[in-house]
């Protein structure tokens, strides 16, 4: 039984600080390490219950691939004397929902700085294929300086994952819950969490949620929900129009008419003049000079600027281009001249996870999770925005742009010029831009590492993706991987042929490169 002083393993219980229906969050000292921790319990009472000492176990599972500046670490999990614990990053600070018992309700510059960093971790779990589900103020912790952290993926859902939620079951905190929660839907997705930013947007400004709690019954709020439209509402309080606008969007019943990521709905407000994300704001000029400081030490990729234009997208199978599907249009933007090499991979994390050593090697082994942490550590210390390429953009640039001359290949007919494969490999990847660039000056996009893209894998997407600037399908369980690799034939090494694998798959055939628009 977990109580003040006692210490369990090398954790010393110090409080407890919060409760909730399936455990209880103890303040703890790791007395190994040093520091403060954050320990979380689960009630005894529901040990013996199986399907709850799963839900615990994959809320840890989920927890442990986010790592974020603006969500809670997990550090560890583990059982002792048949209670299960997570340890846990100890965030300083009160909940949203203290805060805002505390101001009544908060200022529009506030509650937009802390609603863009909720949109930078929420956005960053959505990447990952993790919906969160019960987003709402007391999951939320603030610190002194203004920064977030994200709590609780205790019922977060994992796109594609049909194991832990039966249809028919509503998940989630009732004022907070999307229309398509409150109506046990199956297909959950994104925008359910989009919505649930919405509401506390607009719990932020006003000061309480947008029903009368003290005389609506669960059924009317329910009503209101699935039926009711919050612009009316917000009509009736001094906000700014294009806030007012932003949280309508985000809060529409149907959620095709809400935003689709929490990318989109960033841009919108940083479009309207918003401070920058993950930036306190009295902190904003030091932080800047800090930012600058810190880019002199790290290795930024060299990138190669692509006009936009259209090209036809291919079905593809391991003899070349394939069924011919339908032509796209993108905008213009800049990519990689290179993938990654282990000297910038190291500048940025501090480590070289890759197989075969060398610092203009192209860094592997390295996840799609692994990719996202990168690119957040990366955009955290320039102050850029660098991602991973569509699958549209990675083809058309490997397809040479508007300068494509229709090579089989990255840059030619013949293989070898352009690719290291199986074949000539030496059984191991070789430094990059060794081989000829195509048409546009980038390199290996032909062989060497297969190449993450930003996409989930879909067989079918091609034929149904929207003509101008396609993102990939919406949801999935395994991501794409594009360009062929120094262990396959070069047959696999095609510019329209597709591979790949599950988000957490590490493998000395896969590396990546980055895009800006």
Not at 68 to 87: K, Q, R, W
Request: aromatic content about 10%.
């Amino acid at each position: 039984m977990i109580a003040e002083g006692k210490v369990i393993r090398d954790f010393k219980v110090i409080k407890k600080i919060g409760e909730g229906g399936m455990g209880s969050v103890w303040s703890a000292e790791d007395v190994m390490l040093e520091r403060q921790i954050a320990l979380k319990v689960l009630n005894p009472l529901l040990t013996q219950d199986g399907n709850f000492t799963e839900r615990f176990r994959n809320e840890a599972k989920i927890q442990a691939g986010l790592i974020h500046p603006n969500i809670i670490t997990l550090h560890s999990f583990f059982m002792d004397e048949g209670n299960y614990y997570m340890v846990m990053e100890y965030a300083q600070g009160i909940t949203l929902k203290e805060l805002i018992k505390q101001k009544g309700k908060l200022d529009e510059s506030t509650a937009k700085h802390i609603m863009l960093q909720m949109l930078e971790g929420v956005g960053f779990a959505h990447q990952l294929g993790i919906v969160h589900r019960d987003l709402k103020p007391s999951n939320i912790m603030v610190s002194k300086d203004g920064k977030i952290k994200i709590m609780d993926f205790g019922i977060a859902k994992v796109l594609g994952d049909r194991g832990m939620t039966k249809t028919g079951t509503k998940m989630g905190t009732l004022y907070y819950m999307s229309p398509e929660q409150v109506k046990a839907e199956k297909d959950i997705d994104q925008r359910t969490d989009i919505y649930s930013l919405g509401i506390i947007y607009y719990e932020m400004l006003t000061g309480k949620v947008p029903f009368n709690t003290d005389t609506e019954s669960d059924f009317e709020v329910m009503s209101q929900i699935v039926h009711g439209d919050l612009s009316s509402v917000l009509n009736k309080y001094d906000i700014e129009l294009k806030t007012n606008a932003v949280i309508t969007k985000m809060t529409k019943n149907q959620k095709t008419e809400r935003y689709v990521t929490c990318y989109n709905c960033t841009e919108e407000i940083k479009g309207n003049g918003y401070i920058k994300q993950n930036e306190p704001v009295i902190k904003i000029k030091e932080k800047v000079e800090e930012k600058k400081e810190e880019k002199s030490n790290i290795l930024l990729p060299e990138m190669i600027y692509v006009e936009g234009g259209s090209f036809t997208r291919y079905s593809s199978n391991s003899f070349g281009f394939g069924k011919e599907e339908h032509v796209v249009t993108l905008d213009s933007f800049y990519i990689g001249k290179y993938p990654i090499t282990q000297k910038e991979w190291i500048s940025i994390m501090g480590n070289n996870p890759s197989h075969f050593k060398g610092d203009n090697l192209p860094v592997e082994q390295v996840s799609w999770n692994d990719v996202q942490n990168f690119i957040t550590k990366l955009n955290l210390k320039t102050g850029e925005n660098y991602r991973l390429p569509t699958e549209a953009e990675w083809e058309y640039a490997a397809r040479g742009g508007i300068k494509s001359k229709g090579y089989k290949y990255a840059g030619s007919n013949n293989i070898n010029e352009v690719a290291w494969y199986k074949s000539n490999s030496s059984n191991q990847t070789q430094p990059v831009g060794t081989k000829a660039p195509n048409e546009l000056g980038i390199y290996d996009m032909s062989g060497n590492v297969w190449e993450w893209c930003q996409d989930w894998y879909d067989e079918n997407y091609y034929s149904i993706s929207p003509n101008n600037n396609p993102k990939g399908s919406y949801k999935g369980t395994i991501r794409v991987l594009r360009g062929g690799s120094w262990y396959v034939a070069g047959s696999n090494c095609c510019s329209a042929i597709r591979g790949r694998n599950v988000p957490i798959g590490r493998s000395s055939f896969y590396g990546f490169r980055l895009v800006q628009d």
